[in-house]
């Protein structure tokens, strides 16, 4: 878990009578305040460890020893307002308490579909009484396993009957759904709360050389062509002659990357262009 970037917290919140709660109530916010808790004692008693065999005043202890004094008065590393340089200085800690939470709150089928708003601020209430959390860090989404579950072991028939019982006929319906469930909001809310822009690669290749196009998750504004082309490949940052660009969603737009082309839609760049989030790269090199 130390070597994760965020870190997302599933917590119960709906009543069923079938499905036992091992502390015998539904109680999210003691669920969310109880791990919270344990994360807290981890990083103190690693801190402390650490703290222990520095023998000198570097600057990373300097850091510790403002964190252990946060993490006494029950406050999370993140909550402690470190400056980029401190995060960096222990960087090689780990602290789980540093990492930002995505909240992911667990209601039934019903609650995920005809009442989601009444969840939606359910949870806001929830998320806003958990002691640990961090208002400027962290996030909330709901989530439903029941859902889930039920579609996936569904055919496509069994699926849009379960979907009608639900209140959800139309296709367009079917589709804002899909949207919402877990598998395409928490990648979503992982990218935000990291500040991660996405870029792509393939288009234009020829098909004999390549079928797919492929992602790059890279911290915003960080990354020019030249480092893209690195990514790939060493030879080909050091043969890098320009960059083929075209947004994703204009690309769309287009039968194929070379009508996109013929439109005047893709630009030509050189090796310090910054990569936007959406963009595709095609990178010429010799």
Known sequence: VRECDCICHVIRNYIDDDVIHVHGEVDPVADAEVVALELLLADLDHVTRRIDRITSETEEKVVLIKVQEGLEKSIPARSIGLSDDEQFAIKSMGLLTLKPVIYAFNVDDVDFTLNREEALANAEKVMNQIQYRDPARDTFTIVSAKLEEELISLEKEEQIEYLEALGIESDDGEDQLIELLSYNVLPTLVRDLLDLSICYTGPGVPPERSLTTKTYLFSSGTMTASDLAGRLHGEIKRGFIRAEV???????????????????????????????SGDIVLIKWK
């Open 246 to 276: 075209v947004n994703a969603k204009d690309l769309l737009n287009f039968e194929n990357y070379n009508a996109s082309k013929d439109s005047g839609s893709v630009s030509v760049e050189g090796r310090d262009y910054e990569i936007n």
